[in-house]
């Protein structure tokens, strides 16, 4: 499914085939598979390249396991610079998403589980202090692509993973009978589907007035990854009354 979306990414947006294969530096017939993959450079689909650069993130830490116990924090702040300085391409185009699975790595060899970490009494100062850096960042940085610009990002990731996890820890509460297993088709709908409503949703708050560079912004971004979840579960409720055959090219499964 992968595959066939980044080929047809080729003749969305109004380009030909040969301009949507020149805006991804290919010039030779054998240089598509290395844009589908993502080889060296990004892969086409975005979904894709998010899956690769776990692929790839996967793989480090699980070289580094050993290591964690003695040398986590070490190896945690050589990997801050890297992802603040952007050190990590072609290997990884997306540093924080290495940063933040050691991170989960080095909290896993402290014996700190994720069920503690989605209580309130932690999750809720740490969002507050990142959303106060995003404030104070986001005024210095103008944008820009610049070391600042990287803290804002931090900051901003961290704020929307702790809402993800209060968002989490109050499902649970919810949906006490719940199997978390149960939980893995309307995730796997969300991430199919993020991309696309986050275009949508963007289109419907920016005609409503609300300004990129306000406060209210960031308060929408980092409400968004919860926001998705909502839509990833209505879109599974509705995958899931389809016939079998349009279910396994939706999401992959039936059932």
Not at 118 to 135: K, N, T, W
Not at 154 to 162: E, K, Q, S, T, W
Not at 173 to 180: D, F, G, I, S, V
Not at 216 to 240: H, K, S
């Amino acid at each position: 499914m992968f595959l066939l979306l980044s080929v047809a990414t080729f003749t969305l947006g109004g380009e030909s085939l040969r301009q949507a294969v020149g805006s991804f530096g290919i010039d030779r017939i054998w240089e598509i598979p290395l844009a589908l993959i993502g080889i060296d450079r990004q892969p086409i689909y975005t979904p894709l390249g998010f899956l690769r650069d776990l692929f790839v993130s996967i793989l480090i830490v699980h070289m580094l396991m050993r290591m964690i116990p003695r040398y986590g924090l070490a190896i945690f702040a050589v990997m801050l610079g890297l992802a603040l300085f952007q050190l990590t391409e072609p290997l990884i185009f997306r540093p924080t998403i290495l940063l933040f699975l050691f991170s989960g790595a080095l909290f896993a060899s402290r014996g700190v589980r994720l069920s503690e970490m989605c209580q309130p009494r932690y999750v809720l100062p740490v969002c507050a202090a990142a959303v106060a850096g995003l404030f104070l960042v986001s005024g210095l940085s103008n944008g820009h692509l610049s070391v600042l610009a990287q803290v804002e990002n931090l900051f901003l990731r961290i704020a929307m993973i702790g809402f993800v996890l209060l968002f989490t820890a109050a499902l649970v509460r919810a949906l006490p009978n719940a199997k978390p297993a149960a939980m893995r088709s309307p995730i796997f709908v969300t991430y199919l589907s993020h991309g696309i409503m986050i275009a949508v949703l963007t289109k419907i708050v920016r005609a409503a007035g609300l300004d990129p560079l306000s406060s209210e912004w960031i308060l929408y971004y980092v409400a968004l990854p919860a926001i998705l979840i909502g839509f990833g579960l209505l879109f599974d409720l509705t995958i899931r009354r389809m016939p079998d055959i349009l279910q396994m090219v939706l999401r992959g499964q039936t059932g």
